[in-house]
């Protein structure tokens, strides 16, 4: 069973800084590229960063270049994103997604909260 | 890169088709072959249920079915169940391995 578990959401202050982490199991991990997607509170989702299986291409929303990073751990199957100078509008469930033989983001996890606030 | 267009809300009685939009430009929707749904109920993962304008995942219901004329996208939900009631969002390959999502429509089976 193909599982993407993240962690690490929360609250942080305004300009604060926030690292997420989502760990893979039940698929060949290497062999995929990762996303992580976002759905802001009523809102729909929305793509934020993706990471090539090697890790030697990323690419990033307008709405957070400059300012996320996204890397990956082969060994340890996991993707992450370091969330730097962050903004009420990035209150958001982020989630984890693969893409895969089947399309853009076959398998997603749950998802983690952040809350941007003061 | 903007949003793509879908209707906020879509409905339908139990067994009826309903059929969602999901409108872009010819720099998205229109350019490339490469549009995908998901299923998505609030507080689950959200689940691929149509990739590449109209290939269905193993093990997704045929009753879902996608295609695509121009720069409109569509989803096509037949025989409607209680349970297909979620949201459903649209996505588009945009170039340079990078994607955008359409606004989303919530599905109410009356």
């Known amino acids: 069973e193909v599982q993407l578990v993240e962690s690490g959401g929360g609250l942080v202050q305004p300009g604060g800084s926030l690292r997420l982490s989502c760990a893979v199991s039940?698929?060949?991990?290497?062999?995929?590229?990762m996303n992580w997607v976002r759905q802001a509170p009523g809102k729909g989702l929305e793509w934020v960063a993706n990471?090539?299986?090697?890790?030697?291409?990323?690419n990033y929303g307008d709405s957070v270049k400059g300012r996320f990073t996204i890397s990956r751990d082969n060994v340890k199957k996991s993707v992450f994103l370091q969330m730097n100078k962050l903004r009420a509008e990035d209150t958001a469930v982020y989630y984890c997604?693969?893409?895969?033989?089947?399309?853009?983001?076959?398998?997603w996890g749950q998802g983690t909260l952040v809350t941007v606030s003061s | 890169q903007s949003a793509l267009t879908q209707p906020a809300s879509v409905s339908g009685s139990p067994g009826q088709s309903i059929a969602i939009s999901c409108t872009g430009t010819?720099?998205?929707?229109?350019?490339?072959?490469?549009v995908s749904w998901y299923q998505h109920h609030p507080g689950k993962a959200p689940k691929l249920i149509i990739y590449?304008?109209?290939k269905r995942p193993s093990g997704v219901s045929n009753r879902f079915s996608g295609s695509k004329s121009g720069n409109t996208a569509s989803l096509t939900l037949s025989g409607l169940l209680p349970e297909d009631e979620a949201d459903y969002y649209c996505?588009?390959?945009?170039?340079?391995?990078?994607?955008?999502f359409g606004g989303g429509t919530k599905l109410t089976v009356l």
């Open positions: 010819s720099s998205d929707v229109g350019g490339y072959d490469h």
């Open positions: 996505c588009s390959y945009v170039g340079g391995n990078t994607f955008v």
């Open positions: 590449d304008v109209a």
């Open positions: 997604a693969s893409w895969g033989a089947d399309g853009p983001f076959d398998y």
């Open positions: 990471i090539k299986q090697d890790g030697s291409e990323i």
């Open positions: 039940g698929l060949t991990f290497s062999g995929y590229w």
